[in-house]
DNA sequence: TTTACATATTGACAAATGTAAATCTATTGA
DNA sequence: TCAATAGATTTACATTTGTCAATATGTAAA
């Protein structure tokens, strides 16, 4: 369990902005000028969300000439997903003393 | 779907230390101090995670005397993985027209 | 009621993050 | 080739976050 890969995957989640961009792009592909339509931010910070975004790998870029068009990675996602189960269930190692007592 | 709620609950996977933690809990319940020793962190920014993680509603404590007891709290995981859900899954509702073609 | 101990809170500070203006790059169309 | 457009990058700055020392709070033991 890498624990710098997983707060990297997570960092996807844990800005209002980014929450909002996702929720936008449940619709569908979106080019990035659509999504700066539908948020009140600059360019540039879309930009610098989206790259955190694509960084987590729940979110995708496809260049198509002049347009940058972003979806929802479902591997990314799985990978998420994958990684919230294994952050959270509890694992029966060896017997652990308890705590304090 | 509530944006703030939603990057309140994903802080508790963003930040590396955190997700340490959250791994030594997956052994069971633990108290503050069985924590510290296994971290390379002052007492009071350990306590300091461990308040945000409560927030998050990942982590609950107990307090039994002098000690505080977290553990990881299983419907706040549900809840985590609902909101991870519902933030990712694509939803099908009025056709959108293809962006910037 | 002291004393010791576990943990939380406060205060200060450095590092990381979010933001927008200005600029750069790439692509298209005239 | 030149102008226009979409988006990324750079720069600067304000805010937030992580960190620890010092202190406060609460509990148990002497």
Redesign the pocket.
């Known amino acids: 369990m890498d624990q710098r890969k997983t707060a990297l995957i997570f960092k996807a989640f844990c800005?209002e902005?980014r929450v909002r961009i996702l929720n936008l792009l449940r619709g569908g592909e979106k080019?990035?000028?659509r999504l700066?339509e539908e948020m009140s931010?600059?360019?540039?910070?879309?930009?610098?969300?989206?790259?955190?975004l694509c960084d987590s790998g729940i979110v995708v870029?496809r260049k198509e000439?002049?347009?940058?068009h972003y979806r929802i990675c479902s591997e990314g996602v799985q990978l998420a997903k994958e990684y919230l189960d294994g952050l959270t269930n509890a694992q029966t190692l060896d017997e652990e003393k308890p705590c304090?007592e």
Chains 1, 2 share one sequence.
């Open positions: 800005d902005n080019c990035a000028c700066l931010i600059s360019q540039p910070t879309l930009s610098h969300h989206m790259r955190i870029g000439g002049k347009w940058m304090c």
